[in-house]
Each structure stands twice: as C-alpha cells, then as structure tokens.
C-alpha cells in the first residue's frame, strides 16, 4: 500500500500509524454512534449522480434514537471494458469520484454513525460484466482492483449488480459458469471481514456454483431488485441476510411499502431494502416501514 525507503524499524511505525488512522476514520470511534436497535437490517441505494450518500445518515427513530438505515450503498461504481487491452476495469463517474475523494466529509459522517457504506458494481453497457470473464486470473484481477478499492478509500464493502453489462458488446464474450464464482471467490479472500452483497438480478444470480465450489455462502446479503414487490432470492442462505422485500422510496406507495415490512419481520427475514433516498424530507415513506420493522416512526433531520 505504501512504498517506504526508510529505516526498517521507521517503516514500521508507520505501517501501525497508518493503519491506525484508517481504523478510526473508518469506524468513526472517536464519535458515539446511534443506539442499537431490534430488528432487520434496513439498507438504502443512494444514486450519487443526484444525491448525497449523506441522506441516510439523516433518519433516526423517534423511539430509541437509533438510525432508520444500517447500510448505505454508493450507487454506482461501472465494470468498463478497455478495448485495446482487452480487460474490464473498475471505473468511476465524476460522482462516484467526488464521494470516495471526499470520503472525510460524504462517507465518514454515515460510518460514524455506525451506518455502514457499500460501493455498487454495475456494467456500463460496453460488453465488460461479472460473468464474462476469460480466465480465474482474469477476475481475480477485478476482484484486487475492488478490493484495493475499499481499503483505499475505507469502505465496508461491495456490492454486485449485473445490469446493463451488455454481454457481446466490443467483441466481449457471453456469460460462462466459471466467472462470478472466480471472482466472488477471490474477493472474500481479499477481504474476509467486509460486506459482499448481491442485487439479485442478472446471469450472475444462476451461476453461483462451478467445479464444486458454491460461493452462495460468501455472501452478506442478497436482495430481490424489483421495487414494490416480493421475491425470495434465489440463493442458498439464510433469512436473515436476505431481503424479498424491496421499494423505491417516493415511489412505492406507503401501503405497500408498510405491508412488506410487516411481511419481512412475520416471515422471518433479516434485511429490507429501499432505493433512492433522495434530499427531500422522506419521513412519512420511510416511517411507513419503520413502523412495522422497529416499532417507530422515523424522524428526518436535515
């Protein structure tokens, strides 16, 4: 991470100091964060194109104080395709790049709070997606590049959506089974102890087995992508860490929205999940589910 020229016994002091500071700015322990709170996790999409990350660190619950949101998913990062190489490399948006540069002021504040915050994967149309990749070393390749992003930057994850790759595009290939298992496989090795999830959708959702190897387990969380509804993901772990329920805040209406939070918790689901939590004062949507996942209504400070 750091080339150093100096004293081996310097090089070390270093090593520990920076890795210190990472820690602290990563999990905000100089700040308290909210109380805990009994029930799902509760995760938001923010696209950054038009919204602050911010936005999810702005709702607690008026009873307990504690936060409406437990995840904040940086909507989204893009698997581009480099035609003269022939590789697929992680690429950032103006947007995306003001949030990770600036992640002092956009994603500490949200960690601080103990909220955590996820980078989102998505395909950018140019033929480069999760499930295309030629060779082991070939994903294992993107894997490093992601991962080296979540240290760089101290996220807490990545989260995968395998859309609009548009597969064949640039002389790309089409889905294998062997890819996504390639590359989940070597991103939890890289970082055991992170967030990996998985916006259900996409040739990845049906190939998550290869040689043997299932990589269903190496995944936090999955969730259903289609807003207003409910589906079960189709993946082999337990309830707890998948949401079948999904809304897109403003847009849901906050009956359904109600109705799929009072069916997360009587069925025994562990994650609820909402996309696009904009600036405007949302309390009323939003209290439409937290009423049913916590037992309160959210209070929204801007």
Do not use: C
């Not at 070393?137 to 790759?165: C, H, P, R």
């Not at 002389?171 to 991103?187: E, I, K, R, W």
């Amino acid at each position: 991470m750091f080339t150093l020229v100096w004293s081996r016994v310097r090089t070390a002091a270093l090593a520990l100091s920076a890795v210190a500071a990472l820690a602290v700015g990563t999990t905000g322990a100089a700040a308290a964060p909210a109380p805990a709170k009994q029930g799902p996790t509760s995760v938001a999409y923010i696209e950054v194109n038009n919204n602050s990350m911010l936005n999810a660190g702005k709702y607690t619950l008026a009873d307990g104080g504690g936060n409406a949101f437990d995840v904040a998913v940086i909507f989204a990062a893009n698997i581009n395709y480099d035609t003269s190489t022939k590789a697929a490399y992680l690429y950032f948006n103006e947007n995306v790049r003001r949030v990770l540069d600036n992640a002092a002021t956009e994603i500490r504040p949200l960690q601080q709070k103990g909220i955590k915050v996820v980078l989102s994967v998505l395909g950018n149309h140019q033929g480069a997606g999760f499930a295309n990749f030629p060779s082991q070393q070939a994903a294992s390749a993107f894997a490093k590049e992601m991962s080296d992003t979540v240290v760089k930057y101290g996220l807490d994850g990545i989260d995968f959506d395998d859309e609009y790759a548009e597969y064949g595009n640039n002389g790309t290939a089409q889905p294998n089974d062997s890819s996504f298992v390639h590359l989940v496989t070597a991103l939890r090795a890289n970082m055991p102890d992170k967030i990996i999830s998985l916006y259900n959708i996409g040739p990845v959702a049906s190939r998550l087995s290869y040689g043997g190897v299932d990589v269903s387990s190496k995944f936090d969380y999955a969730w259903n992508p289609y807003y207003g509804t409910w589906q079960v993901p189709g993946i082999a772990l337990p309830k707890s860490k998948l949401s079948p329920a999904a809304v897109e805040i403003g847009r849901t209406s906050q009956s359904t929205a109600a109705d799929l939070a009072r069916r997360t918790v009587s069925e025994g689901y562990g994650v609820y999940l909402t996309y696009n939590l904009d600036g405007t004062d949302r309390s009323a949507d939003v209290s439409a589910f937290t009423r049913e996942l916590y037992g309160s209504d959210a209070v929204y400070a801007p």
